[in-house]
C-alpha cells in the first residue's frame, strides 16, 4: 500500500468542529482516483494531510507503510507525494523560472547537474521553453504560464504519487484538454499515482479509475465512475451533479428508453442514442 489514512480527523483550532472527520482511505501505487466534493467539504484539507502540510489532530497517514512524522524531514515526503495547489501560481517566490523549478531538488541534495536535467525535463513536460523562459522572472509571466511552472516544480522532485487540487480551474477547454492528457500520461507511462480534484464530474469520469466523493468532512462514497453516477440521487442530494452527456442519458432512460446510463465520451454517448434511435424506427416500420 502505497498511501493510508486510518481514521483521520481535523480541525483547525482546539474547540472547533473537526473539518476531517473519520477518514479512511488507501491508494495504491499507479492508481490514477479523482476526489470530488462541493465547496466545503474537506478536499483541499485532506490532500494536505497526505502531503504532511497539515498534521492529522487524530489518526494517522502512511507512506509506503511509514508513518509521515518518523520521516527524516518534511521534503523527503514532499518528493513521495507531490502537491500542486489550487492556484499554483500562487506557489511561486524565486527570481527566476529556473530557481524557482529547482528549489525542491536542490532541497533534495542533487548535484548542479541532474538539477539542470530534471528542471530541463518538467519543462519540457508541460511544455515551457526552457532557453527562453528558464531567466525569466516568473512573475511576469502569463496566468497559464505561471500555473506550468508551478506544476513543473512539483514534476522536478519526480514524486511517486502527485496530487493536484483543481489543476484546470480557469483554463480554456484546449488548455484543460492539454493537461489533462498530459497528467494521464503521467500516469499511464510513468506509472506515478495521481490524485486530481475536481468540480468537473466529466473530467473525473474519464481520467480516473476510481472516484471519492466528499461531503461534510466525510468520504461518502467511492467507486469506479460506473458505480458513482449510478447514484445520481445521492449525489443530487449533497448539491453534486452528474456529468451532463450523462443526464441526457438518464432522462431518455426515465422516459422508457433502453439506453445505458454508465458511458461518458461523446462518442460512445452519440452511437448509443444513435443505436436505439434506429431501433425505434425499425420497430415502427
Known sequence: ?????KDVYYRYQTGEDYI????????????????????????????????GLLRPSRGEVFIEGREIGKWESPIQVRKK???????????????????????????????????????????EFVQLDYEELKERSPFGLSGGQKRRVAIAGVLAMEPELLILDEPIAGLDPRG?????????????EKGISVLFISHRM?????????????????????????????????????????????????????????VRTDIFSIED???EILQHWRGFRCSKI
Open 1 to 5: 500500500m502505497f498511501v493510508e489514512l
Open 20 to 51: 476531517l472527520k473519520g477518514i479512511n482511505l488507501q491508494i495504491e501505487k499507479g492508481e490514477f482516483v479523482a476526489l470530488v466534493g462541493h465547496t466545503g467539504s474537506g478536499k483541499s484539507t485532506l490532500v494536505q494531510t497526505i502531503n
Open 81 to 123: 507525494v507531490g502537491l500542486v495547489f489550487q492556484y499554483p501560481e500562487h506557489q511561486l517566490f524565486e527570481e527566476t523560472v529556473f530557481k524557482d523549478i529547482a528549489f525542491g531538488p536542490k532541497n533534495l541534495g542533487w548535484s548542479a547537474q541532474k538539477i539542470e536535467e530534471k528542471v530541463r525535463q518538467a519543462m
Open 176 to 188: 484543460r484538454r492539454k493537461l489533462l492528457d498530459r497528467i494521464n500520461w503521467l500516469n499511464e
Open 202 to 258: 466529466e473530467d473525473a469520469a474519464r481520467r480516473a479509475g476510481r472516484l471519492l466523493v466528499m461531503n461534510q468532512g466525510q468520504i461518502m462514497l467511492q467507486g469506479s465512475p460506473q458505480e458513482i453516477f449510478a447514484q445520481r440521487d445521492s449525489l443530487y442530494e449533497i448539491g453534486l451533479e452528474i456529468p451532463p452527456l450523462n443526464e441526457v442519458l438518464w432522462q431518455l432512460r426515465q422516459k422508457g428508453y433502453g
Open 269 to 271: 454517448v452519440e452511437e
